[in-house]
């Protein structure tokens, strides 16, 4: 079992700057491949960004590539997600979660435990 508190979301003006963080329970944390996905009001949950357990690989959505980074501390159990230039499409509620090793970074279904998400307003 794996607990997962993201935090960091807030209001912001549009070109500004939010860095979230997803802090993860459990001793197997560094064993597990992790994504930050995003859903907007009456959209679907969309992939944003995966990192391989040892942060050697990282993906991005076409949408955000450029301007968010992903990163992660295993020491610390943390994933963080830097996004710069952010743009009122943004604007959503970010989830972070574990992925199955070998699975699709960019399915939701590929995905076990997730955390209980961080609203990100971007103003224009």
């Known amino acids: 079992q794996v607990q997962l508190v993201e935090s960091g979301g807030g209001l912001v003006q549009a070109g500004g700057s939010l860095r979230l963080s997803c802090a993860a329970s459990?001793?197997?944390?560094?064993?597990?491949?992790m994504g930050w996905f995003r859903q907007a009001p009456g959209k679907e949950r969309e992939f944003v960004a995966g990192?391989?357990?040892?942060?050697?690989?990282?993906y991005y959505a076409d949408s955000v590539k450029g301007r968010f980074t992903i990163s992660r501390d295993n020491a610390k159990n943390t994933i963080y997600l830097q996004m710069n230039s952010l743009k009122p499409e943004d604007t959503a509620v970010y989830y972070c979660?574990?992925?199955?090793?070998?699975?699709?970074?960019?399915?939701?279904?590929?995905?076990?435990?997730w955390g209980q998400g961080t609203q990100v307003t971007v103003s224009s």
């Open positions: 990192i391989s357990w040892s942060g050697g690989s990282t």
């Open positions: 459990g001793r197997t944390f560094s064993t597990y491949p």
């Open positions: 979660a574990t992925k199955r090793a070998g699975s699709d970074y960019y399915n939701p279904g590929s995905y076990d435990y």
